[in-house]
C-alpha cells in the first residue's frame, strides 16, 4: 500500500532528447556549467555530504546551503561549521544571505579570502528569496528587493568584495501580484556585474504551493541580455529541464525539491542534456543502499548522533511512494543510530520497483499561500533609505 499523501502531480507530455548543439554550458565567471544545471541552495539539505552524493551522479554547479552575513563576519562557529566544503570539493560554491551592504560586502571579503576553511571560494550567490515571515517583517529575504535602491547597495557590495570571485543573485517573481520585483531585481543585478541570476519562478506570497509560472523566466529571459538566466521551480524530472529551458529559453536551471530522496535526478539530467535517454528507475533494494550511503556520509559528516538525527528528515523523501508502510516511517523518524536503520530497513522487501510517477510526488516544502508580512508602510515607496533591523538576518531558513 503507497501512502495516502502520494498522489504524484500530473505529467506532461515526454520531450524529445535533446540535440546536439542544441544547449551550452553556462560561462559564470571561470565556471563553465555542464550541463546547465545547478543544485538549489536548500538550508539543512545542501551540506558537503549531500552534495558529494549528488555530484557523483551528475555534474552542474552545486552550492552549499545558505549562510547569512551577519553571522559570518561575526565569527558564529554554527555559519562556519554550515559553509564548511569537503576537502576536495570543486567548485566551491556557497551562498550568502543578508540585508545590509556592509555585512555582506565583510562576508563577501572573508569568503574570497578563504576564511571559511582555508580555501577561497569560487563562487558566491545570493538569496533575495526567502519567504519567511520572521524575515519580512523586517524588510528582509523576498520584501527586499521592492527597495531597489537598497537592495543595489547590497549586490554592489558583494560583487565589489568578490574580487574575481562571480557572484550570482536568486530571486522570487516579487512579494505577491501586486508587488512584482523581478525584473528590476535582475537588471540592477546585470548593471552591477552579477554573473548570472536564478528565478524562483513563485512570488513569496505562494510560499512553495501551486506551479512555477515560468512565463516569467521567459520575461526575465527577454529583459536581461547580457547575462544567463537560470530557471527555478517544479524540475521533477530531467525532462521537465529541458521542457523550461525550450519554453523559456533560459540558460539553465536549478533544481530544488526535485532531488530530496531521488539524488540520482542529476544522472538523469546529464544523460538528457547529452541526448541519451534517462536510466531505469532504482528498485527498493538500490534506493536504500542509497540511504545507508547517504546516512554514513553524514555521520562520517557530523559524527553518528547528529547525522543520523540529521539524516530522519531524508528517509521519508527516498521512501516516498513506496509501500514501506507508516510503522516503519515512523521508526525510522526516531531512528537513533546507523545499525538500528540498517536492521529496520532489512526487512524490507528489495525487489519492489520503483513507484509509479515517484519522481513527481512533492517532497520538501507544499503547502498554501499566506499573506506577506512586511514593515509598516513599506510598499508606498521604492527608491527611500531603509534600515533594516537585525531581525531579519538571523539565521534563515528557506529562499
Ligand atoms: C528545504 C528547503 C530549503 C531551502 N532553502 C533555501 C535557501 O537557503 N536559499 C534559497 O535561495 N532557497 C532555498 N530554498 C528554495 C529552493 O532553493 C528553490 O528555490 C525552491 O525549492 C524552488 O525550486 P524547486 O521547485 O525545484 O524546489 C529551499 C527550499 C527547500 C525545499
Request: charge should be negative.
Amino acid at each position: 500500500m503507497t501512502d495516502l499523501v502520494d498522489a504524484p502531480l500530473p505529467a506532461p507530455e515526454p520531450e524529445p532528447p535533446a540535440r546536439r548543439g542544441e544547449f551550452n554550458a553556462v560561462r559564470i565567471g571561470q565556471m563553465e556549467v555542464w550541463p546547465p544545471v545547478v543544485l538549489a541552495p536548500m538550508a539543512g539539505v545542501t551540506n558537503a555530504p549531500f552534495r558529494t552524493l549528488c555530484r557523483r551522479y551528475g555534474a552542474g554547479l552545486y552550492v552549499n546551503q545558505m549562510i547569512t552575513a551577519r553571522a559570518l563576519v561575526e565569527g558564529h562557529r554554527k555559519s562556519l561549521v554550515l559553509a564548511a566544503f569537503a576537502p576536495d570539493e570543486s567548485p566551491r560554491s556557497i551562498q550568502l544571505y543578508g540585508t545590509d551592504p556592509y555585512s555582506i560586502g565583510e562576508a563577501a571579503r572573508l569568503l574570497v579570502d578563504g576564511l571559511v576553511d582555508g580555501i577561497p571560494v569560487d563562487h558566491i550567490d545570493m538569496n533575495f528569496g526567502c519567504p519567511m515571515k520572521k524575515v519580512t517583517r523586517h524588510g528582509g529575504g523576498a520584501a527586499l528587493p521592492w527597495k531597489r535602491e537598497h537592495y543595489r547597495k547590497i549586490v554592489r557590495a558583494a560583487v565589489k568584495n568578490a574580487g574575481d570571485v562571480p557572484v550570482t543573485v536568486k530571486f522570487r517573481i516579487g512579494i505577491d501580484d501586486d508587488a512584482i520585483t523581478f525584473i528590476d531585481a535582475g537588471k540592477i543585478a546585470e548593471d552591477e556585474g552579477v554573473q548570472a541570476v536564478a528565478l524562483h519562478a513563485r512570488t513569496a506570497n505562494q510560499l512553495y504551493s501551486g506551479q512555477a509560472d515560468w512565463r516569467r523566466i521567459t520575461e526575465l529571459k527577454d529583459a536581461i541580455t547580457s547575462i544567463p538566466v537560470f530557471g527555478n521551480g517544479d524540475i521533477w524530472e530531467a525532462d521537465d529541464a529541458l521542457r523550461m529551458m525550450r519554453t523559456t529559453g533560459c540558460d539553465g536551471v536549478t533544481v530544488g525539491r526535485g532531488c530530496l530522496g531521488r539524488p540520482w535526478l542529476f544522472g538523469d539530467l546529464a544523460e538528457v542534456f547529452e541526448g541519451r535517454p534517462v536510466p531505469p528507475r532504482p528498485d527498493l533494494g538500490q534506493v536504500l543502499d542509497g540511504m545507508v550511503e547517504h546516512a554514513g556520509l553524514l555521520c562520517e559528516w557530523m559524527g553518528e548522533d547528529h547525522g543520523i538525527r540529521d539524516f530522519r528528515k531524508h528517509t521519508g523523501w527516498y521512501l516516498k511512494g513506496f509501500p514501506a508502510g507508516g510503522a516503519m516511517r515512523a521508526r525510522l523518524n526516531r531512528v537513533g543510530s546507523l545499525a538500528e536503520m540498517r536492521e529496520l530497513i532489512a526487512v524490507l522487501d528489495r525487489d519492489i520497483p520503483f513507484p509509479e510517477g515517484g519522481m513527481r510526488m512533492v517532497r520538501g516544502h507544499s503547502g498554501s499561500p499566506k499573506d506577506v508580512h512586511l514593515p509598516a508602510g513599506w510598499l508606498d515607496t521604492r527608491d527611500d533609505e531603509v534600515a533594516i533591523p537585525k531581525g531579519a538576518e538571523q539565521l534563515v531558513s528557506g529562499g
